[in-house]
C-alpha cells in the first residue's frame, strides 16, 4: 500500500509520539461508546468486522468475519475522509453536548448490499458470501469473498452503494464459487476459502488459507480466472494441501505454511500470518520464485516449530514445577504467538494482531533474527495472556485497552486501526508522548489503596524470649522472597521498645532501602506494629506474613490475618468522580482554579483533558498531577479513552497517548492528607449541639404505638393503615417538634429510618438529654436508641485532632468523592459536570453507604452529595458508644465490594481513663 507525503509530514510533526504497553485506543469507528459493542447494524454501527485497509484518506471495513462473531453482515463499508472524522490528537475538540466526540464513523458506500439495512449472502458481480479480507492502493480495491472461494476486484474505488466488481479471481465467472475448481488438487487460478488479499505497487497478494499457501501475481489481473505468477508455501501451484487443519502434518519448515491467513507487504519485504504454525514469517525481498523459504520467523525460536506460546528456545526457563512443567519469565511471552491473524509494517515499524492472544504486538524495528520479543503490548497489560476472559463472559467486557481476538490492522501514517471483532467496532490507537501511565487516572481521595496488616503484642515480658516476623512466602527458601526479622527480650523491656525496633528492623532492612514488600509504622498504645504493602491495589493482598516465638516465651503476638488486606483498585472510577493524572511533564507550569469559581474551568494552564472527547473541568495542573472531574456523561459505558492536550508555552501543543479509565457505578474514597497510608483523615465534628439517634425498623403494623422518651417527655405515634416506617419516623418527628419547651428538635438523618436529635442549647450543657424508647410487646415496629443520652457537643466542623478527638458515639463528619449518582430523581437534575451542586434537599447514593471505624460498624447517618462542592460528598458517621481510645483509629466506609482507602483519625473514650498521645 502507499506511503504519501502527508503521512510523513504528520509523522515528523509528532516526532516525539510513540505506543506504549497498556496503552488505550483514542477513537473508535463503528460504535456510539467504547464499550457499546451495540448488535444493530447500520450506517454507522457495524457489526463483528475483520478485514481492514487504508489509503488516500478512506477507510475500508469488512464487515463479516470467519471467527463466529456475530453479526456476520456480508458487506464491505467504505468511509471516505475518515482523517476528517478523527479529531488529530493536538486538536482542540470544541465543547457541546455530543455523547463522544471520538466515537466516530458513518459509513459513505455499502457493497454486498443493495443498502445499509441489509446483511444477505449472495453469489453475483455485486454480492458475497461472508468476505474476510480487503485490500486497497487508493485506486485499486480487492475482496477475499471468502466462503464464495474468490477474490473480486474493482478497478476503481466504488462510488454507488452495492456496486458489481470489474473482476473475479479464482472462478470463471461470477455466478460460480467452487473450491479449487471442483477437485481436490489446487491449479494456478483456483482458491480454497482465501482469507488475505493485499495489493503492493503492480502486485496482488492472495492468502489461499485452505490450499496453505501464498499466491502472487505480478501485475494486477485484467482479466476473470487469470493465473498466478508465484507460490510460496507449496513447492507448485498443484501441491496437494489437506482441507482442515487437524488433518494436517504438523511440520514447519521455512518453505511450508499451514492456514495462512494474511499476506502483506512494505514493497520491500514480505509478511505472512501462518495461523496453523503461530507465526509470523519474514521474506527480506519480495519472492519470486516458487516454494522460496523465509529468511525469519517471528513467534517462534526456529523454523522448524510451530507450538503456540512456545517459550522454549526463546530465552532461558525459570526452572520446573513439582509436577515437572517448565516454567518462563513473563517476558519471554512477548516472542511467542497464538494463531496471529495479521501483520503489517509501516516502513519502520511491525503490527501483529496475535489473535489467539487477545493483543497486538508491536516492534519498533522490522524483526531481524528469529524469535524477537516486540517492543510494545497494546490490549494487554505488560507481557499478560488473554487477559480479557472470565468464567463468566469468555471474551470479557470491553474496555478502549483491550481487543479480544483481534483480525486485522491498518495504519494511516499517524493512527493503528484494528478491527475487534467480537466487540463489533475498530479501535484506533494514536502514539502520543508517553506521560501518563498505566492506572495513571486514580480516584483523587484514594489515590492508592494499600493493603495492610498488623502484630499486635501482647502477654508479659521475660528476658531472652525471642520473637520472629517472617514477611513474604512461608515456603521460600530464598531469602529475597522471604525475610525474617527477629527480637530477643531484654532485662526491663517494654512493649514500645519492641514495637519501635521491629518498625525499625523492617524499614532499615536491604542496606536501608526497606523491606521490598512492605513499610512499617507504629501505633504505640496498642503495642501494635502496622504493615503496609509497598505495592497499591488488590496485588498488595498477596503479601504473607506471620510470627512465632521462642519455646516457653510469655510474650503473645497476634496477627490480624494471614496476608495483607484492604488493597484496592482506586483506577476504577463512578462518574462525576474527582480524579487525579498522574504522569510527567504535564504541564509547564502549576496552576489552580480560582477558589469558588463556577463552573470550573475546561483550559488551565495551557492543559486540556479529555475523557471520550469530553473536555473535562480541571481544578489543577501541574507537572506530575492534574486534578480533575470525570463527567457524569460517561455512565453509558464501562470504559472510556482519556488523554491530555499540553500547549506549551512555546506554543507547540504535544498529546499525551490515551489510557483507558474503567468505568463503575461507584468506588469510594475519603479526602484525606497526604503521605503513606494508612493516612491522616480530614475528620471533622458534625455539631457544636449535643446529638442522639432513634433507629425506627421492622414493620408498620396498624394500631402499634412508637414511643420516644426523652427524660421524663413522651412523644408517641399510632401506626395507621398503609403507614409505612417513614411516615412513623415523621410522626414523631412532627410530636416532638410540635413542643416549644422540648430541649432537643427532631429531623431525620436521611439514610434509612433513623429519627435524629439535636440539644437546642450549644455546648456541654446539650449533653447528658437521657434518651429512650418504648414500644408494646407484641408491637412489630422496633425503635432502637443508638445513644442512652445527647452527646458530644463540639465545635461543629472543627477537625478531629489528638487535642481535640472524637468521642465514643460522637457524630462525625468525612468527605469523599466516587460515590456514584444520588437519589430521589429531583436531586439527580442539579448534576452538572464542573458545576457546583446546587440541590438543597436530602440527596442520597444510589447505592448504600456502610462504614467501619476501629473496626465495629460506623451507622451511616446521611451520605450524600455536598451543596456547593464539585463531585464531593459529605459522609456523617456515628461512632460506636464502646469504641476504645486510638491516636490512629483506622476507618473506611464502603459501596457493595468497593471499600475506599483507609483512614485514621483520633478517639478518646472517657471510661478508660487513658488519654490519647500519638
Known amino acids: 500500500m502507499r506511503v504519501f507525503v502527508g503521512s510523513l509530514l504528520i509523522a515528523g510533526l509528532c516526532s516525539g509520539a510513540e505506543f506504549f504497553s497498556g496503552m488505550a485506543a483514542r477513537a473508535v469507528i463503528g460504535q456510539r461508546t467504547f464499550t457499546a459493542q451495540q448488535p444493530a447494524s447500520d450506517q454507522e454501527v457495524i457489526g463483528a468486522a475483520s478485514g481492514i485497509a487504508y489509503a488516500n484518506g478512506t477507510l475500508i471495513v469488512v464487515d463479516d468475519n470467519r471467527v463466529s462473531a456475530l453479526p456476520r453482515n456480508n458487506r464491505i463499508l467504505i468511509y471516505r475522509n475518515i482523517r476528517q472524522a478523527i ?64 477474490v473480486l476486484i474493482w478497478n476503481s474505488i466504488p462510488t454507488q452503494n452495492n456496486q458489481p466488481a470489474d473482476i473475479v479471481l479464482g472462478q470463471p ?70 482441507q482442515d487443519l487437524s488433518a494436517s502434518s504438523f511440520q514447519p519448515k521455512a518453505n511450508t505454511l499451514l492456514t495462512p491467513v494474511s499476506v502483506t507487504s512494505d514493497g520491500t519485504r514480505v509478511f505472512v500470518s501462518d495461523l496453523g504454525y503461530n507465526r509470523v514469517l519474514v521474506w527480506n525481498r519480495i519472492p519470486d520464485t516458487n516454494g522460496a523459504s523465509a529468511d525469519v520467523v ?43 491473524r495479521y501483520a503489517l509494517s509501516d516502513g519502520t515499524r511491525l503490527f501483529i494482531a496475535d489473535g489467539g492472544n487477545d493483543r497486538i504486538l508491536i516492534y519498533n524495528t522490522i524483526p531481524t533474527r528469529n524469535g524477537q520479543r516486540a517492543d510494545v503490548i497494546v490490549g494487554q497489560i505488560a507481557s499478560n495472556l488473554n487477559q480479557v476472559s472470565d468464567s463468566a463472559n469468555p471474551l470479557g467486557r470491553a474496555s478502549s485497552d483491550s481487543v479480544a481476538a483481534p483480525m486485522s490492522l491498518a495504519w494511516d501514517g499517524e493512527n493503528l486501526y484494528v478491527s475487534d471483532p467480537f ?184 492543559v486540556q483533558v479529555y475523557f471520550d472527547g469530553i473536555r473535562a473541568p480541571l481544578l489543577m495542573v501541574s507537572p506530575t498531577e492534574i486534578r480533575a472531574q470525570v463527567p457524569w456523561e460517561v455512565s453509558d459505558a464501562n470504559s472510556i479513552s482519556a488523554y491530555v492536550r499540553i500547549r506549551r508555552k512555546s506554543g507547540l501543543v504535544v498529546s499525551t497517548a490515551a489510557v483507558a479509565v474503567p468505568i463503575i457505578f461507584q468506588n469510594p474514597g475519603i479526602l484525606a492528607e ?15 449541639n449535643a446529638t442522639a439517634t432513634v433507629s425506627i425498623d421492622g414493620t408498620a403494623n396498624p394500631n402499634d404505638v412508637a414511643v420516644v422518651v426523652i427524660e421524663d417527655r413522651e412523644y408517641s405515634y399510632t401506626v395507621k393503615e398503609n403507614d409505612t416506617l417513614e411516615s412513623i419516623l415523621n410522626g414523631l418527628i412532627a410530636a416532638i417538634n410540635a413542643n416549644p419547651e422540648e430541649k432537643v428538635e427532631a429531623f431525620t438523618s436521611g439514610v434509612f429510618t433513623r429519627l435524629r436529635l439535636r440539644a437546642k442549647v450549644a455546648g456541654p450543657e446539650g449533653n447528658g438529654i437521657k434518651i429512650s424508647t418504648r414500644v408494646a410487646d407484641t408491637a412489630q415496629v ?137
Not at 494486477?220 to 498466478?228: G, R, S
Not at 523491606?515 to 504493615?531: E, K, M, R, S, W
Request: proline share 7%; charged share 20%; net charge negative.
Open 423 to 606: 466487540r463489533r467496532r475498530i479501535l484506533v490507537f494514536t502514539p502520543g508522548e508517553v506521560n501518563v501511565p498505566y492506572t495513571g487516572v486514580r480516584n483523587l481521595f484514594s489515590k492508592d489503596v494499600f493493603a495492610i496488616g498488623t502484630i499486635t503484642l501482647g502477654g508479659t515480658l521475660k528476658e531472652n524470649d525471642e520473637l520472629t516476623l517472617k514477611i513474604g512466602d512461608p515456603d521460600a527458601t530464598d531469602a529475597k522472597k522471604q525475610r525474617e526479622y527477629k527480637y530477643k527480650v531484654v532485662k526491663d523491656d517494654s512493649f514500645t521498645n519492641i514495637v519501635n525496633a521491629f518498625v525499625t528492623l523492617i524499614n532499615s532492612s536491604n542496606n536501608n532501602a526497606g523491606d521490598p514488600q512492605v513499610l512499617a509504622t507504629p501505633n504505640l498504645l496498642f503495642g501494635t506494629i502496622v504493615l503496609t504493602s509497598r505495592i497499591s491495589g488488590e496485588e498488595g493482598n498477596s503479601v504473607e506474613f506471620s510470627t512465632s516465638t521462642s519455646d516457653g516465651a510469655t510474650i503473645v503476638s497476634t496477627t490480624s490475618g494471614a496476608t495483607l488486606s484492604g488493597g484496592r483498585d482506586a483506577a476504577k472510577i463512578a462518574p462525576g468522580t474527582l480524579v487525579t493524572i498522574l504522569g510527567d511533564n504535564l504541564s509547564d507550569e502549576t496552576v489552580s482554579a480560582p477558589e469558588g469559581i463556577d463552573p470550573l474551568p475546561k483550559d488551565l494552564g495551557g
Open 173 to 242: 465467472d461470477f455466478t460460480t464459487a467452487r473450491a479449487n475448481e471442483g477437485g481436490q488438487l489446487p491449479t494456478q487460478r483456483s482458491f480454497r476459502g482465501p482469507q488475505g488479499v493485499w495489493i503492493q505497487g503492480t502486485r496482488l497478494f492472495v492468502a489461499d488459507t485452505s490450499n496453505n499457501r501464498i499466491l502472487i501475481w505480478r501485475t494486477i489481473p485484467t482479466q476473470n480466472y487469470q493465473p498466478a505468477d508465484v507460490v510460496l508455501g507449496q513447492s507448485s501451484f498443484t501441491a496437494f494441501a489437506p
Open 674 to 688: 497526604d503521605g503513606t497510608d494508612p493516612r491522616p483523615g480530614i475528620v471533622t465534628h458534625f455539631s457544636s
Open 87 to 150: 479529531p488529530n490528537p493536538t486538536d482542540e475538540i470544541p465543547i457541546n453536548n455530543i455523547r463522544c466526540q471520538v466515537c466516530v464513523g458513518k459509513a459513505d458506500q455499502v457493497l454486498g448490499q443493495p443498502d445499509f439495512t441489509k446483511n444477505e449472502v449472495n453469489l453475483s458481480r455485486s454480492g458475497m458470501q461472508h468476505p474476510t479480507s480487503v485490500a486497497t492502493d487508493g485506486r485499486i480495491l480487492a475482496v477475499a469473498d471468502t466462503d464464495n472461494n474468490r
Open 298 to 340: 517471528i513467534g517462534q525460536a526456529n523454523m522448524d516449530s510451530g507450538e503456540a506460546n512456545d517459550a522454549k528456545g526463546v530465552c532461558p526457563d525459570q526452572g520446573t514445577t513439582v509436577d515437572n512443567v517448565t516454567t518462563y519469565p513473563a517476558e519471554c511471552y512477548r516472542a511467542t504467538m497464538d494463531f496471529p
Open 782 to 918: 422496633i425503635l432502637t436508641a443508638t445513644n442512652s443520652e445527647t452527646c458530644c457537643a463540639n465545635s461543629g466542623g472543627s477537625r478531629v485532632t489528638i487535642d481535640n478527638p472524637a468521642l465514643p458515639g460522637e457524630t462525625i463528619v468525612v468527605l469523599a468523592t466516587g460515590l456514584g449518582f444520588v437519589d430521589p430523581q429531583e436531586a439527580v437534575a442539579p448534576l452538572a459536570t464542573g458545576f457546583k451542586y446546587t440541590f438543597q434537599g436530602i440527596n442520597r447514593p444510589k447505592e448504600f453507604v456502610s462504614s467501619l471505624a476501629a473496626a465495629k460498624t460506623a451507622n451511616v447517618l446521611y451520605s450524600g452529595l455536598a451543596p456547593g462542592l464539585v463531585g464531593i460528598y459529605e459522609v456523617h458517621l456515628e461512632l460506636n458508644s464502646d469504641i476504645p481510645t486510638n491516636p490512629a483509629t483506622q476507618l473506611t466506609i464502603a459501596q457493595d465490594i468497593y471499600v475506599s482507602n483507609i483512614i485514621t483519625f483520633p478517639v478518646f473514650n472517657p471510661r478508660e481513663g487513658s488519654t490519647v498521645t500519638p
